[in-house]
């Protein structure tokens, strides 16, 4: 349900609005602000207080005040402004971020709608998609992450957001120090049938191509028989923001771990695999195991700071991917999210292009 906060309604009288029309609107004129959850005062909410309010026109003239918004509070989810096309939801993401950016190095399966729009992770509907930020298993992610209910499932599919500034406060100190020290090595095995293959992953069949991505992402690899590949890649797994200063929890050490599957599908992997071969695992740094006590401390941690909301039509939310970690939960019916990129960070250059 949701909390309002602000509730700013000005008088109207003598004052014509055209819907669809480009004016220069004001923050506090035409909307209604308000948290989800006041309690943690997230996500905050931005719905039209009069009709006609065009979203995309809005955000040209509201840049300022969007910006500071996201920084301060990581997610905002804008409902009821009748974005339905993806047209309109590639507008909207120009207007505020830029370009969209195209999904590489990838680790789940999706497909590509429109343009460098692409449907969220396809991954079986009974089952739920740990909480992370986008692409940090990388040196490389968009700092902008956006969501487009095209078809709310009928039962579920909420995509539960956290703050990753709470999440770090809350990871016990012993572990965050330890992966302070040590950092994330994420393990990839690809040629398994289970997992993407590279072809996929790093959208190429050339050989050669593959091993210039590694080595200029600082990527370990070796080919196994079988056109199979092994990766190694060391990250971070807390970050500053470059924006805001503030220190995050920033890594998929729990989504790669094979201690957030079910309990049958982690044995069926170990039995036919082994853990050397496993699709993904993930490590310290310096190899030493994570043990499973570690990770499920972890996912507590993201269930006791997340936020969930019931998808409606044409809800668009807007995350600082790096000050806000998603996730998916189980849903029966048809659920169709589509998802957007912007605005790239690139960690070996410290930059936000």
Not at 97 to 121: A, F, I, M
Not at 196 to 208: A, G, H, I, R
Not at 317 to 346: E, S, T
Request: proline content about 6%; aromatic content about 12%; some cysteine.
């Amino acid at each position: 349900m949701l909390n309002d906060t602000i509730l700013q309604k000005p008088s109207f009288k003598n004052r014509s609005i055209q819907p669809r029309k480009s004016i220069n609107l004001q923050p506090e004129e035409f909307i209604r602000q308000s948290f989800w959850d006041a309690e943690k005062s997230f996500p905050l909410v931005i719905q039209p207080a009069v009709e006609g309010v065009n979203l995309i026109a809005w955000a040209k003239n509201n840049q300022e005040f969007l910006e500071t918004n996201l920084l301060r509070y990581g997610g905002i989810l804008f409902r009821g402004f009748g974005v339905h096309t993806t047209d309109d939801f590639q507008a909207f993401i120009q207007t505020t971020s830029g370009q969209l950016l195209e999904y590489t190095y990838r680790s789940t399966p999706r497909k590509q709608v429109s343009g460098r729009v692409y449907t969220s992770t396809e991954y079986p509907p009974d089952m739920s998609i740990p909480m992370h930020n986008e692409n940090s298993y990388s040196r490389n992610w968009a700092m902008k992450l956006f969501f487009l209910c095209v078809t709310a499932a009928d039962e579920q599919g909420e995509t539960p957001i956290a703050d990753s500034r709470r999440i770090f406060e809350r990871i016990a100190p012993e572990i965050r120090q330890k992966f302070i020290e040590k950092k994330v090595m994420y393990v990839r095995n690809y040629g398994s049938e289970i997992d993407l293959p590279w072809q996929n992953v790093f959208q190429t069949t050339s050989k050669p191509e593959v091993e210039e991505f590694c080595r200029r992402s600082e990527i370990e690899f070796e080919w196994l028989g079988g056109d199979r590949l092994r990766t190694k890649q060391i990250c971070q797994s807390v970050a500053t923001h470059p924006r805001t200063g503030e220190s995050i929890w920033f890594n998929q050490a729990n989504l790669f771990h094979i201690a957030s599957l079910p309990g049958e599908v982690r044995n069926a992997l170990l039995t036919n695999y082994g853990e050397e071969n496993l699709p993904r695992n993930a490590y310290f740094g310096d190899g030493e195991r994570i043990e499973p006590t570690v990770i499920e401390h972890i996912n507590r941690v993201y269930e006791q700071t997340a936020v969930a909301f019931p998808w409606q039509k044409g809800d668009v939310l807007m995350l600082d991917n790096m000050l806000v970690a998603h996730g998916r939960n189980p849903f029966k019916g048809q659920r169709k999210i589509v998802v957007g990129m912007a605005q790239p960070f690139n960690e070996q250059i410290l930059t936000v292009d």
